[in-house]
T-cell receptor
Framework: KAGVTQTPRYLIKTRGQQVTLSCSPISGHRSVSWYQQTPGQGLQFLFEYFSETQRNKGNFPGRFSGRQFSNSRSEMNVSTLELGDSALYLC????????????FGPGTRLTVL | AQSVTQLGSHVSVSEGALVLLRCNYS??????LFWYVQYPNQGLQLLLK??????LVKGINGFEAEFKKSETSFHLTKPSAHMSDAAEYFCAVSESGNTPLVFGKGTRLSVIA
């Protein structure tokens, strides 16, 4: 089985722009979670989608949004980028909504200039 | 609210020596506990997890961890370090597997030849 894939792997944007990141879960997995990883704040939960519905949301501003499609693929969008949004964005998928079977993708490295 | 504390942001051991990475957690309900490893420019790989049952958990690559409820700890050990163990290690907690993972700040393990 193919693992979790994230595209693109690297991205460079400038302040004020918006960006969309994509995550394709493992086949058959219905839950997708997003995490932000920065040197200062570490790994922080952004949101989780299960069967196209947002189940949980972390403590991030409204500039961060996401969605999940009927094939379980997920996208996250960040609008009006700030320098502090530079981070590794990790996606994790699981068959159901529990966390004990999560598999992480390689991440998308976003750099905001 | 859950939280995780990893003692020591950087641990250095000699090849062949014991590896001990410390993790303490707080959780108001029975915790699910995890250790993940991250190699440079990669996502997170699950090393091992505790959900219920046996408190000594064995994982991949010779790692193991013991859940000690009285000490609210879940320390990661490996009897003999290998150069390939050099990476960043993250401890994480979830409340009964139904809430998003909360991660510690991570411990960078260096292995000296």
């Amino acid at each position: 089985k193919a693992g979790v894939t994230q595209t693109p792997r690297y991205l460079i944007k400038t302040r004020g722009q918006q960006v969309t990141l994509s995550c394709s879960p493992i086949s058959g997995h219905r839950s997708v979670s997003w995490y932000q990883q920065t040197p200062g704040q570490g790994l922080q939960f952004l949101f989780e989608y299960f069967s196209e519905t947002q189940r949980n949301k972390g403590n991030f501003p409204g500039r961060f949004s996401g969605r999940q499609f009927s094939n379980s693929r997920s996208e996250m969008n960040v609008s009006t980028l700030e320098l502090g949004d530079s981070a590794l964005y990790l996606c994790a998928s699981s068959p159901d909504s529990s966390t004990d079977t999560q598999y992480f993708g390689p991440g998308t490295r976003l750099t905001v200039l | 609210a859950q939280s995780v504390t990893q003692l020591g942001s950087h641990v250095s051991v000699s090849e062949g020596a014991l590896v001990l990475l410390r993790c303490n957690y707080s959780s108001s309900v029975p915790p699910y506990l995890f250790w993940y490893v991250q190699y440079p420019n990669q996502g997170l790989q699950l090393l091992l997890k505790y959900t219920t049952g046996a408190t000594l958990v064995k994982g991949i690559n010779g790692f193991e961890a013991e859940f000690k409820k009285s000490e609210t700890s879940f320390h990661l050990t490996k009897p003999s370090a290998h150069m390939s163990d050099a990476a960043e290690y993250f401890c994480a907690v979830s409340e009964s597997g139904n809430t998003p993972l909360v991660f510690g700040k991570g411990t960078r393990l260096s292995v000296i030849a």
